[in-house]
């Protein structure tokens, strides 16, 4: 992909964290936060982060595990699976959404974004994604798999911008009565959500066993268009 990535670092309350930023070819364009996983900025978050960027966006992946153990990548069975869960039962929420709100903030100044700011999320990034957005840090949303969305749909009220929700039919950590909750809470605002037959969870990584090309690419050309209508 013909990209230019480096790290940055993001300011934080006084302190800094890092994030992985992919220009496109134009060096310019719309901002997009890619939230990572539970398994760190990790190749394949790097690589999803370049894929925005050769479709035109300024992406940038923040650190979310920064506080617990910064520039951590996983992968996703074994010991890594075991490290990640163990990370993720330290992080702090509410710091996290303060994070990622920094990372819309600190992308909004620079001069290589010159449109709306989104964000895309994958599993605990989708999460974090729902949850920033009703903070009024995003343009746009976008959540694959978010767990735990069904349990704070309280916020939902808060989300004013365009929200979109991809889930996999067969995703045991989302059982279909929670995927309906979340589709009759937004049913009368701007948002769409999509189910996938035959779809695990983490479906959009290449890197996972359950990975699903065709639902990854159908989510991603939904995600792309939808960013283009609102972007």
Not at 185 to 214: I, M, T
């Amino acid at each position: 992909m013909n990209v230019q990535s480096h790290w940055i670092d993001i300011p934080a309350n006084g302190d800094s964290f890092p994030g992985y930023l992919s220009l496109p070819k134009g060096g310019k364009g719309p901002g997009v936060v890619i939230i990572q996983e539970i398994f760190g900025v990790n190749a394949h978050i790097r690589s999803v982060a370049d894929r925005y960027a050769a479709a035109g966006y300024v992406a940038v992946a923040p650190d979310i595990f920064w506080r617990v153990e910064p520039r951590v990548e996983l992968g996703y069975a074994g010991a890594d699976r075991e490290k990640a869960m163990e990370i993720y039962g330290k992080l702090d929420v509410t710091q996290a959404v303060s994070d990622v709100t920094a990372t819309s903030v600190a992308l909004r100044a620079r001069p290589e974004v010159t449109g709306k700011v989104a964000a895309v999320g994958y599993c605990l990034g989708g999460r974090l994604a729902y949850l920033s957005t009703a903070q009024g840090a995003f343009d746009i949303a976008v959540a694959y798999y978010g767990g735990g969305i069904q349990n704070e749909l309280e916020l939902a009220d808060k989300i004013k911008v365009p929200m979109q929700f991809h889930y996999g039919a067969l995703d045991a950590h989302i059982p279909s009565a929670a995927v309906d909750l979340v589709k009759q809470r937004f049913a009368d605002k701007d948002a769409q959500l999509y189910v996938y037959p035959n779809a695990d969870h983490g479906f959009n990584c290449e890197d996972r066993a359950s990975y699903n090309q065709w639902a990854s690419a159908l989510a991603y050309g939904r995600t792309l268009t939808f960013l283009g209508e609102h972007v």
